[in-house]
């Protein structure tokens, strides 16, 4: 298993006291919260993901950056002689998309971070199983399994048992973001992009077009920003980062998926994914190939404009 990477202030928005207007906010936060492409102001309403747990499958997370606000913890690690804490700056990335006060889909939500990546950003299968049924226990054990997201940005080769772990989860009642992967292929090839039961998620550049790298094809269910992508980074409390995956783009579905249940109410992870194909821009990708089977559909949050 590998992570899937390859090589402004708050401004209340009149709309019924409901809506939160986010100047200046990375590219792709607007990007979901617009029809078009080009605005800069990221539109949401204010509960935020409140209450909802994110668990971020990863390098770990940054606890101590003020991206947070104090809402990230570490959940558990799989990567030997390691306490939780990244390493490699991926999984705080990922985090800060999800949640983050400033980069992130979700403000509110809680981050949860489960180590099975290790400073190479890399991990044993072994591992990444056990961190999804780590996650799954957690949730159900706390009780809050259907406010529950995971969020996986990182792939291998197929494997049904890491499928099988997904659609588990899934069955258990957590929603699972996966990430479709930087091959440039078709996503049956890589797990967890091939589970059925995942929303999986491709990446997209601030024109609309679909990412290079990104991996394509009939299961993957949903676009959204993953081409130079600001966020929290390691080495500080106010490091940042930019780059570029299929990996960006997965947290932005996590954190989205923990935004419609805290604005919407808890639902099937099944119906929450087919929720956010539902709200989804239509027809915007230009140059998705004929037969590819790609959905044309870039991530929307609802509010926006």
């Known amino acids: ?96 998309t999800a949640a983050g006060t400033k980069f992130g889909v979700a403000k509110k939500a809680n981050i949860i971070g489960v180590k099975v990546l290790g400073a190479d950003g890399s991990g044993s299968n072994s591992g990444v199983l056990r961190g999804i049924q780590w996650a799954v226990d957690d949730a159900t054990e706390k009780g809050h399994i259907n406010r529950t997201v995971l969020s996986m940005s990182l792939g291998g080769p197929f494997s049904q048992t890491t499928n099988d772990a997904i659609q588990s989860a899934v069955e258990a009642g957590a929603f699972v973001a996966a990430a479709a992967g930087n091959e440039g292929e078709d996503a049956s090839n890589s797990s967890p992009a091939s589970a059925l039961q995942a929303c999986t998620v491709g990446a997209t550049n601030e024109r609309d077009l679909k990412a290079s790298f990104s991996n394509f094809g009939k299961l993957v269910d949903i676009f959204a920003p993953g081409e130079k992508i600001q966020s929290a980074w390691i080495g500080s409390s106010t490091a940042t980062n930019t780059i570029s995956g299929t990996s960006m783009a997965c947290p932005h579905i996590a954190g989205l998926a923990a935004y419609l249940i805290a604005l919407e109410g808890p639902r099937s992870p099944t119906d929450l994914c087919k929720r956010i194909q539902e709200l989804a821009t239509k027809d915007a990708i230009t140059n998705l190939r004929a037969g590819e089977g790609s959905p044309n559909l870039i991530a929307y949050n609802g509010n926006g404009a």
């Open 1 to 96: 298993m590998y992570a899937s990477v390859p090589v402004g202030s708050l401004k209340a928005r009149q709309n019924n006291g409901t809506l939160t207007s986010q100047k200046g906010s990375p590219y792709g936060l607007a990007r979901i919260s617009h029809r078009e492409p080009g605005s800069r102001d990221y539109i949401f309403d204010s509960s935020a993901g409140e209450d909802t747990f994110i668990y971020v499958i990863d390098t770990g997370v940054n606890t101590e950056h003020t991206d947070f606000g104090g809402r990230a913890t570490l959940g558990k690690s799989f990567i030997a002689g390691s306490d939780g804490e990244d390493d490699q700056g991926h999984g705080t990335h990922c985090s800060g």
